[in-house]
């Protein structure tokens, strides 16, 4: 009586334990080292992409299958997009950042009009007058790389004296076309 207790008990833990998420887990792991483990071998190979195809055709006959595949894959893409796309992003402005603070020891902290040293509003001035299209054709990691290669083609400025000098450029080119144009 107590040995027939005993094994149902035993049954009923080890039911319990197959469906557990530790369980499943381990067999995940253990079919993931068998695969490893058999990659170079030509009959796994050969099952393996029998399987795959055997996945292929029914994707491409059963449009239920098809549908449940690619509403998947939405899904999927959707939640791991978002994740890889935070992840892209935080790792380009940490380049930037980097990027800024090496542009900084080579050319100055410094704004090169008022003297402002307060990195968050320093600004790069192209002083050739290309940024618009060097903007359009290059990432803003490029741009810095390129003010580190070659920083006699680029100012550091602070915000306020970045915007007079493009003012008072603007300024000067509406000056130069009303004398162009020549008054009436």
């Known amino acids: 009586m107590f040995q027939a207790r005993w094994k149902q008990l035993k ?21 993931r080292v068998y695969r490893d483990r058999h990659k170079h071998d ?4 050969a099952k393996e ?3 795959s195809l055997k996945r292929t055709e029914r994707y491409h006959s059963d449009p239920e299958y098809r549908e449940r595949v ?5 899904t999927w893409a959707a939640n791991a997009g978002k994740y890889y796309r935070e992840r892209q992003r935080a790792a380009s402005q940490q380049r930037i950042r980097a990027l800024w603070e090496a542009l900084f020891e080579k ?14 509003v320093l600004q790069l001035h ?3 007058g290309n940024g618009a299209s060097e903007r359009k ?34 300024c000067e ?9 020549g008054t009436p």
């Not at 030509?42 to 190979?45: E, R, V």
């Not at 920083?151 to 450029?169: Q, T």
Request: glycine residues 4%; contains cysteine; positive net charge.
């Open 11 to 31: 049954n009923e833990s080890y039911e319990r334990h197959k469906s557990s998420p530790e369980c499943m887990e381990a067999k995940r792991l253990s079919a």
């Open 42 to 45: 030509a009959k796994f190979q």
């Open 49 to 51: 992409r029998r399987g």
């Open 70 to 74: 690619r509403q998947y894959n939405r």
């Open 107 to 120: 050319v100055s902290n410094r704004c090169s009009k008022c003297g402002e040293t307060d990195t968050v």
């Open 126 to 128: 192209h002083l050739n």
């Open 137 to 170: 054709r290059m990432r803003k990691c490029q741009i810095l790389r390129k003010a580190i290669q070659n920083p006699g083609d680029y100012m550091v400025l602070c915000a306020n004296c970045h915007v007079r000098i493009h003012a008072s450029m603007k």
């Open 173 to 181: 080119a509406a000056l130069k076309k009303f004398a162009q144009q």
